[in-house]
Protein backbone atom coordinates (compact mmCIF):
# COMPACT_ATOMS: atom_id res chain seq x y z
CA UNK A 1 0.00 0.00 0.00
CA UNK A 2 1.17 3.84 -0.55
CA UNK A 3 0.68 6.59 1.26
CA UNK A 4 -2.02 9.70 -0.33
CA UNK A 5 -2.74 12.91 0.15
CA UNK A 6 -6.19 13.69 -1.04
CA UNK A 7 -6.91 17.88 -1.18
CA UNK A 8 -10.24 18.70 -1.53
CA UNK A 9 -11.84 21.99 -2.06
CA UNK A 10 -15.50 22.12 -0.47
CA UNK A 11 -18.37 24.59 -0.84
CA UNK A 12 -17.41 27.87 1.83
CA UNK A 13 -20.78 27.50 3.73
CA UNK A 14 -19.89 23.78 3.88
CA UNK A 15 -20.66 22.44 7.42
CA UNK A 16 -19.52 20.03 9.55
CA UNK A 17 -22.15 17.75 8.23
CA UNK A 18 -20.90 18.12 4.62
CA UNK A 19 -17.11 17.91 6.11
CA UNK A 20 -17.96 13.97 7.68
CA UNK A 21 -20.01 12.57 5.23
CA UNK A 22 -16.80 13.58 2.19
CA UNK A 23 -14.83 11.94 4.45
CA UNK A 24 -17.09 9.22 5.14
CA UNK A 25 -17.35 8.50 1.88
CA UNK A 26 -13.67 8.29 1.15
CA UNK A 27 -13.30 6.15 4.46
CA UNK A 28 -16.08 3.90 2.00
CA UNK A 29 -14.46 3.68 -1.18
CA UNK A 30 -11.10 3.00 0.83
CA UNK A 31 -12.28 0.34 2.85
CA UNK A 32 -13.98 -1.72 0.72
CA UNK A 33 -10.80 -1.92 -1.27
CA UNK A 34 -7.94 -2.66 1.89
CA UNK A 35 -7.46 0.96 2.27
CA UNK A 36 -7.98 3.58 5.65
CA UNK A 37 -7.59 7.28 6.37
CA UNK A 38 -5.09 7.94 8.72
CA UNK A 39 -5.69 11.17 9.31
CA UNK A 40 -8.20 14.47 8.29
CA UNK A 41 -7.22 18.13 8.69
CA UNK A 42 -9.09 20.76 7.82
CA UNK A 43 -7.87 23.84 6.77
CA UNK A 44 -10.70 26.11 6.80
CA UNK A 45 -12.20 29.00 4.90
CA UNK A 46 -10.21 30.23 2.91
CA UNK A 47 -9.97 32.65 -0.53
CA UNK A 48 -9.58 30.52 -3.68
CA UNK A 49 -6.85 31.78 -6.18
CA UNK A 50 -9.17 32.02 -9.07
CA UNK A 51 -13.04 32.09 -9.37
CA UNK A 52 -14.36 28.54 -9.84
CA UNK A 53 -17.68 28.16 -11.16
CA UNK A 54 -18.89 32.36 -10.19
CA UNK A 55 -17.09 31.06 -6.32
CA UNK A 56 -14.30 33.14 -5.01
CA UNK A 57 -13.86 31.06 -2.00
CA UNK A 58 -13.69 27.41 -0.37
CA UNK A 59 -13.33 25.01 2.44
CA UNK A 60 -10.51 23.00 2.23
CA UNK A 61 -9.51 19.77 3.88
CA UNK A 62 -6.69 17.78 3.92
CA UNK A 63 -7.18 13.69 3.67
CA UNK A 64 -4.57 11.23 4.85
CA UNK A 65 -4.29 7.66 3.36
CA UNK A 66 -2.93 4.36 2.61
CA UNK A 67 -4.59 2.52 -0.03
CA UNK A 68 -3.36 0.32 -2.87
CA UNK A 69 -3.45 2.43 -6.71
CA UNK A 70 -6.68 0.61 -7.91
CA UNK A 71 -8.99 1.95 -4.45
CA UNK A 72 -7.42 5.68 -5.80
CA UNK A 73 -8.27 5.30 -8.79
CA UNK A 74 -12.60 4.39 -8.28
CA UNK A 75 -11.79 7.25 -5.31
CA UNK A 76 -10.64 9.39 -8.17
CA UNK A 77 -13.72 8.73 -9.82
CA UNK A 78 -15.97 8.67 -6.63
CA UNK A 79 -14.96 12.18 -6.17
CA UNK A 80 -15.63 13.37 -9.36
CA UNK A 81 -18.73 12.41 -8.97
CA UNK A 82 -19.55 13.91 -5.53
CA UNK A 83 -21.54 17.40 -5.62
CA UNK A 84 -20.03 18.32 -2.68
CA UNK A 85 -16.79 18.66 -3.88
CA UNK A 86 -15.93 21.62 -5.98
CA UNK A 87 -12.03 20.02 -6.45
CA UNK A 88 -9.62 17.36 -5.45
CA UNK A 89 -6.34 16.30 -6.08
CA UNK A 90 -4.74 12.91 -4.81
CA UNK A 91 -0.74 12.72 -4.50
CA UNK A 92 1.33 10.59 -3.73
CA UNK A 93 3.50 10.95 -0.64
CA UNK A 94 7.07 9.68 -0.99
CA UNK A 95 8.63 7.61 1.13
CA UNK A 96 11.45 10.13 2.89
CA UNK A 97 8.85 13.09 3.25
CA UNK A 98 8.22 13.60 7.00
CA UNK A 99 4.86 14.26 7.76
CA UNK A 100 4.13 17.25 9.84
Avoid: C, N
Amino acid sequence: MRKYEIMLILPADADEGVVAGVTDRIRQTLAERGGEIVGTTPWGRRRLAYPIGHRSEGFYLIVDGMADPAAVKELDRVLSLADDVVRFKVVVRSADRKTA
